[in-house]
């Protein structure tokens, strides 16, 4: 799985690769996606969409809820939208 984070808005990133984990790596049929928030983040929104828009699976995340299964999710292209409120 290759994946990449870009930041929209007129804020600062505060997401990063580096704070995102998919495993396991080559795919199976149990994979996930963890991502760590940063100290500034405490809650977070995710939209994992299918490439024409359809939305696959959607939900909130925590500093301690972060872990996102893709059991189910059909193999193929996808994006998931993060968005992050740092209040």
Same mark, same amino acid.
């Given at each position: 799985?290759?994946?990449?984070?870009?930041?929209?808005?007129?804020?600062?990133?505060?997401?990063?690769?580096?704070?995102?984990?998919?495993?396991?790596?080559? =795919?199976?049929?149990?994979? @996930?996606?963890?991502?760590?928030? +940063?100290?500034?983040?405490?809650?977070?929104?995710?939209?994992?969409? /299918?490439?024409?828009?359809?939305?696959?699976?959607?939900?909130?995340?925590?500093? =301690?809820e972060n872990?996102? @299964?893709?059991?189910?999710?059909? +193999?193929?292209?996808?994006?998931?939208?993060?968005?992050?409120?740092? /209040?």
């Amino acid at each position: 799985m290759n994946y990449s984070v870009n930041s929209t808005g007129i804020n600062d990133n505060k997401i990063t690769e580096d704070h995102f984990q998919v495993y396991p790596n080559p =795919s199976s049929a149990n994979q @996930s996606v963890q991502i760590e928030l +940063p100290q500034n983040v405490n809650e977070a929104k995710y939209t994992l969409y /299918n490439y024409v828009g359809g939305i696959l699976k959607s939900g909130n995340l925590t500093r =301690s809820e972060n872990v996102i @299964s893709l059991n189910g999710i059909a +193999p193929g292209l996808s994006l998931m939208s993060l968005e992050v409120d740092t /209040n």
